[in-house]
Structures are given as C-alpha cells and as structure tokens.
C-alpha cells in the first residue's frame, strides 16, 4: 500500500516531511509506520530516476518519429563508450533555491536562536556584488554568530565560488525574463476585447 501511495504523492510533487505525516495518519501514527523517512526518501529517487529515463526514452520516440515523417529533421545522440547519452561542454549548477532551502532546512533551530541571521543570511547571498564583498560579509556573519562549527555553512563556504559565479548568471536571466515580463505586461495592457495582436478589430 505505501509504495502505491508514495508514488502518487512523488507525482503530486508533496514534500517527504508530509508524505511521512500522511503515510502515519493513515497507519495510526508513526511507529506503525513500517518505512522511515529515509526509506520514503531512497524509494521517491528510485521513482525519479525512472521518471527521468522514461523521459528520454519519450524525446528518442519522438524524433524517431518525427525523422519518418519530415525528411529534414535532423538529430544527433552522442553516446559515450557505455552507450549513455554525453552531453559535452555542460556544467552542473546547483539551483539556488534548492542551496537556500536545505541550507533553512539544516539549520532551522540555528536560524531560530540567532536573532537576525536570516536577514543577514538572506542579503549576503542575494545581494553581495562581487566574490570579496560576499567572502567579506560571509565571514563576519559566521563570527557574529559563532557559527565556525557549522557544518552545512561550511560546506557552503567551501562552494562560494560555484555559487557566486551561479548568482551572475542568475542575474541576467532573471533581468531577461524582467524584460519579457514588462514587454508582456505593456502588451496586455494596450490589448482591448475583439483585437487582434496587429490591430485589427474583429466586426
């Protein structure tokens, strides 16, 4: 019954933590729970990486398809010498939210009893300007607040630059995306009912 139901819970995108609280609920509390909450956790990888093949066995299908169809659609798969597909000249970035939200997650009860080091947290990684001023700021953060011993904030200390060189990127995506947005928004605002994109009125 709970793989059955933790699969449909991953598909539902619902978060470990209440997959675990639902699971107990339905069991009448956790020790009658016969998974833990890594062991939930290790089935929904399992689940994902056969998402994740799955996914691409449906985009091969697709141009598989699509070759037979239109004779000029072109593709090209390079495969290392296990046969897996490589892609080349790619970098692994980890996403900024998903750094920010275990590092809460880690840290909850260190985030709690340090008045302010959530502000401070928060300003220095989304605001520091260059890999000094965020070294800078990093540093006195974890003085004032003794938190020399931690280890997920070292573990990110460690990484600063993957993650000041991601936050460069991040922002001239996000300031393209802003500029799409507002052209989207002028658009919107100017269209009236029964216009076209180009004017034209429908009679």
């Not at 449909?8 to 833990?36: C, E, F, H, W």
């Amino acid at each position: 019954m709970e793989k059955g139901l933790i699969r449909t819970l991953n598909d539902n995108n619902i978060p470990t933590r209440q997959m675990v609280s639902i699971l107990s609920y339905l069991r009448g509390g956790l020790t009658a729970l016969p998974m833990k909450k890594k062991d939930i956790s290790n089935y929904r990888t399992k689940l994902n990486i056969e998402l994740k093949g799955s996914d691409m066995t449906k985009v091969l299908k697709y141009f598989r398809k699509r070759q037979s169809e239109d004779a000029s659609f072109f593709y090209k798969l390079d495969l290392d010498d296990d046969k897996r597909l490589v892609f080349k000249n790619t970098r692994h970035r980890n996403c900024l939210f998903h750094i920010k939200t275990k590092c809460y997650n880690k840290n909850g009860k260190v985030f709690a009893a340090n008045n302010g080091l959530y502000e401070d947290f928060e300003d220095i990684v989304n605001n520091s300007l260059t890999v000094e001023e965020f070294e800078r700021m990093w540093q006195k953060m974890i003085e004032d607040n003794k938190l020399q011993r931690n280890k997920y904030l070292t573990k990110m200390w460690e990484m600063r630059h993957s993650i000041m060189s991601f936050l460069k990127e991040y922002d001239c995506i996000i300031e393209t995306i802003n500029r799409a947005e507002k052209l989207e928004d002028t658009y919107n605002n100017q269209k009236r009912p029964k216009e076209f994109i180009f004017g034209y009125r429908i009679e």
